[in-house]
């Protein structure tokens, strides 16, 4: 009996679902783990973003456009307030819009058409969630409504990224004028949705998509709403979801509207501006706000550096309620030396419990996993006679870092500051410019031994 024909998609779904695509290869992965277990905690989650600079700023700004609507709240400089500020769930939210942003935003002859359906996706999901949520789900459920409206569109996407030849079969067919759907099976056999689950289920990640009447809707809004909110399929799209959470149509409009300005601006704190454009809000006053927080080649923030300073100190006084938080403090301290002060390699190591062995337990910035791998080293007299409560040293040729540091760091200039626990030296915060070969400066060692001792005086204001 002769084999069964391979479908146009079936040789598609096989090419594309082999690619190396980072956002459904491992971070992907280690985000979904972190996010979903009930062990793992916001550290680690803000360990695993921090690993990718790029996705780093991207969640950042995105917390930030998340936050915009919040009166009173300092805008977020760090991962780890992000996960404090927005919890776990809704970071893992972000860090999927991020990660499919960078993976499926890159030029192509069909840019324009990948820009489109992400503004579509972005859009229904924001949408998504503010169903749940007025229907007070909890927060789990409201952002994995968000999840599925946004990967809902993920077979459209990845074929004007991927699509070659039949990209351009079915760009000729939709400039003829036939319909989407019926374009789509022409060419495929199979719609781009039903493309989009073949894809998840080959990346492990169809139980993600549910059916859920929520996303059904607000993928319909995002389809109808850029034609106007007046025209008859919007209105009865508006209808449709009034009726479902039993609010009057006038009161419905006004909350979608405001959702799709929310979504326009998540799709520009992306970086995704052109995908905002295919949804319908005005974005002034939130592309002015996001600009202030554009992030250089370097991921460091366009701010006044004393101004992030101050906030990351703010910070550092909100993302520990108890001493079980100390590793989340500790994180924040590592993103503020980074980012707000500005230096390229930073460390904090610890003291085992023994009190045998000294070595890197966190580190942030270039570079850093070599430094972790050598910051490992038996406790002895050396160091005990250098590591003291409340040391901060501006380590220089004439004032020479321990020489089991020196060796350890490769260079002779570098900053170091004691941290201490109930007036115990537990350990040490470590920063260095070597990557970027920048000197260190005096503004520089006044905002470490700021961020250091703000970390010490939070620590001994926690309750046990």
């Not at 992400?118 to 789990?140: E, T």
């Not at 004007?160 to 022409?186: H, I, V, Y």
């Amino acid at each position: 009996m002769p084999a069964a024909p391979t479908l146009p998609s079936q040789r598609l779904i096989r090419s594309i679902a082999e690619k190396d695509l980072p956002a459904f290869g491992l971070t992907l992965q280690e985000v979904l783990t972190a996010a979903d277990s009930d062990v793992l905690s916001g550290h680690q989650m803000a360990e695993v973003i921090l690993r990718d600079p790029a996705l780093t700023s991207r969640v950042l700004r995105a917390a930030n456009a998340a936050h915009l609507g919040h009166s009173g709240h300092a805008k977020v400089v760090t991962v780890s307030r992000a996960v404090v500020i927005l919890g776990v769930n809704a970071i893992r939210s972000l860090c999927i819009s991020a990660l499919t942003v960078e993976t499926l935003s890159a030029a192509t002859q069909y840019g324009h058409r990948v820009q489109e359906a992400l503004g579509r996706s972005l859009h229904a999901a924001v949408q998504a969630r503010d169903l749940g949520r007025r229907q007070q789900m909890n927060k789990d459920a409201v952002e994995r409504l968000f999840v599925e409206a946004l990967l809902s569109g993920i077979g459209e996407m990845a074929f004007w990224c991927f699509g070659n030849e039949m990209a351009d079969q079915l760009e000729r067919e939709l400039q003829s004028g036939t319909a989407p759907a019926k374009a789509e099976s022409k060419v495929l056999g199979i719609t781009l949705t039903q493309l989009g689950r073949e894809l998840l289920q080959n990346w492990s990640l169809a139980s993600v998509l549910q059916d859920s009447p929520e996303v059904a809707l607000a993928r319909q809004l995002s389809l109808v709403s850029p034609q106007g909110w007046l025209i008859s399929a919007t209105r009865q799209t508006t209808r449709d979801i009034a009726v479902l959470l039993k609010t009057p149509d006038a009161e419905m409009l006004e909350f979608l509207q405001a959702n799709a300005t929310e979504a326009a601006a998540l799709a520009t704190a992306l970086g995704a501006r052109q995908a905002a454009q295919v949804i319908p809000a005005e974005l002034q006053h939130s592309e002015e706000i996001l600009d202030t927080l554009a992030p250089d080649e370097k991921g460091y923030f366009h701010m006044p550096v004393i101004h992030q300073q101050l906030r990351v100190l703010t910070e550092m006084g909100h993302v520990a309620t108890s001493r079980k938080d100390l590793p989340i403090l500790l994180e924040t301290c590592l993103e503020g030396l980074y980012r707000a002060v500005g230096l390229d390699r930073c460390v904090f190591c610890l003291l085992s419990p023994d009190r045998t062995r000294l070595q890197a337990r966190m580190a942030t910035g270039p570079a850093t996993d070599s430094l972790r791998q050598r910051f490992q080293w038996e406790w002895g007299a050396e160091m005990e006679s250098w590591l003291k409560p409340q040391m901060v040293i501006w380590h220089d040729v004439n004032t020479p870092s321990p020489d089991f540091l020196t060796r350890a760091s490769e260079t002779l200039d570098c900053f170091t500051g004691t941290f201490s626990i109930d007036q115990k030296a537990v350990g040490f915060f470590y920063a260095d410019r070597k990557p970027s070969g920048r000197p260190l400066t005096p503004e520089g060692f006044e905002g470490f031994s700021s961020l250091v001792a703000q970390a010490e005086l939070v620590m001994r204001a926690l309750p046990r």
